[in-house]
């Protein structure tokens, strides 16, 4: 049957598709349309020919075991036994009545005519394949005259004599236009597939870095956001946005790719507003020193839209780390809080040092003191002015909270004023 495949070759070699690749596909989707034609061979493959630009379906019937020959035999001789038992009873009788005459009766010559035949149509219905009245077919051969059940509607009249097992042409008449629709189905799907694998490529490197995209509100969905990123549409969950952030249809935003997967409807790209390494990814852009390696960024806390600590060293000698985040007048810093509307961001100094980190972490508060109380807990206490006690606890423990995630150390906030007249009163005592 023949198929337009130049067409087809031409349309999958524009979207990077392969000529095997593009052949199986459709191979394989032909002969699932040919196993839901009426009595199709169960067996079957497809043939394609890109020089001819045609394709064959190949048949195989199913070869079904055949009745045990035990049982056939069985049958044969129980016949043949209740024959036998019949004939020697009758020549019992016959045996036992008196004789009427001398002399043996001799058959006439129609009698034994008579008999002869009789013999014959016996014999006949026993072994019906000795009789040459109706021949028939080899069992290991099958002729095209079988019915369509076997060959399906489509067997053509000058078939040869096929051997079970054997392959057998079984291409539909009227395949073309059913073939035509497969063909159109396959590649679109194969561009679908293409498009799927080159959005995939593009962006699973894409994974924990920044990009700029456009909002895309969607009405149906008015608690997701989709970010039109070139070509490919990202989607801003509810989860990874800033609370009480708006969202308005054409602007630009700058977002994290958190994860990249293929999904059941194409690769599905996750991107965050909220998630800290966003802050990260912000300074990049405009500190150079954290490009070339001269500052690091040790670790980051963050309750997107209110406050961010972000703790930082110098790798090399005479560099101020805070001081390159902050930049000249605070430009750098400025440039990143645009990005994250009213929320502010806090730089404070990292230190292997945990009571040195602490003291640090709770700024802008001041701590007099820190005691570590255990390493092996990472628990430490750190004791604060009273008139600034509420500046290191935040509203509703914010900077509390945030100095914690710094660290990874519960701290405990006291009053300086009140711990020193305590130790003050245990000296007195001793």
């Given at each position: ?17 392969d000529t095997e690749t593009l052949d199986e596909a459709l191979a394989e989707a032909l002969r699932q349309a040919y196993l839901k034609t009426p009595h199709a061979?169960?067996?079957a493959r497809v043939e394609i020919d890109d020089r001819a630009g045609t394709f064959t379906v190949w048949a195989q019937d199913e070869i079904s075991e055949p ?304 005691n570590v109380i255990s390493e092996k807990n990472k628990t430490a206490i750190a004791f604060i002015h009273d008139d600034q006690l509420s500046l290191a606890i ?37």
């Amino acid at each position: 049957m023949e198929l337009d495949l130049t067409g087809i070759h031409q349309l999958a070699a524009e979207q990077g598709i392969d000529t095997e690749t593009l052949d199986e596909a459709l191979a394989e989707a032909l002969r699932q349309a040919y196993l839901k034609t009426p009595h199709a061979a169960k067996h079957a493959r497809v043939e394609i020919d890109d020089r001819a630009g045609t394709f064959t379906v190949w048949a195989q019937d199913e070869i079904s075991e055949p009745e045990p020959a035990n049982d056939a035999s069985e049958k044969s001789a129980a016949t043949v036994d209740n024959g036998a038992s019949a004939e020697a009873t009758s020549g019992m009788a016959e045996s036992a009545e008196p004789q009427t005459s001398d002399t043996a009766h001799t058959p006439t010559a129609a009698e034994s005519s008579e008999s002869s035949d009789t013999t014959a149509h016996s014999d006949a219905a026993v072994t019906p394949e000795t009789s040459s009245a109706t021949p028939t077919a080899s069992p290991a051969t099958v002729s095209h005259e079988r019915s369509h059940a076997a060959f399906g509607p489509y067997a053509r009249e000058n078939r040869p004599v096929i051997r079970l097992g054997e392959e057998y042409d079984d291409t539909p008449h009227n395949f073309g236009r059913l073939a035509a629709a497969t063909a159109r189905q396959v590649i679109s799907q194969l561009f679908r597939d293409a498009e799927d694998n080159k959005i995939f490529g593009a962006f699973s490197g894409q994974k924990g870095k920044l990009v700029t995209g456009i909002i895309q509100q969607d009405a149906n969905d008015p608690s997701n956001v989709h970010v039109a990123v070139g070509d490919t549409e990202a989607l801003l969950p509810r989860r990874e946005q800033i609370p009480g952030e708006r969202y308005h249809h054409g602007e630009r935003i700058r977002v994290y790719v958190v994860n990249v997967a293929r999904g059941l409807k194409g690769p599905e790209i996750i991107v965050s507003r909220s998630h800290p390494e966003l802050v990260r990814r912000l300074f990049e852009r405009e500190v150079p020193e954290l490009v070339s390696g001269a500052v690091s960024i040790m670790a980051i806390a963050r309750e997107a839209g209110a406050r961010t600590k972000i703790a930082v060293r110098a790798n090399t000698q005479g560099v101020n780390p805070k001081g390159a985040l902050i930049g000249p007048g605070g430009a750098r810093v400025r440039a990143v809080m645009e990005n994250l509307g009213p929320e502010k961001i806090d730089i404070v100094d990292w230190s292997a040092d945990p009571a040195k980190f602490v003291a640090g972490a709770l700024s802008p508060a001041v701590a007099t003191q820190v005691n570590v109380i255990s390493e092996k807990n990472k628990t430490a206490i750190a004791f604060i002015h009273d008139d600034q006690l509420s500046l290191a606890i935040g509203k509703e423990g914010q900077n509390a909270r945030l100095s914690a995630k710094l660290t990874g150390w519960k701290i405990g906030i006291e009053s300086a004023e009140a711990h020193a007249q305590q130790e003050s009163s245990q000296s007195a005592e001793k």
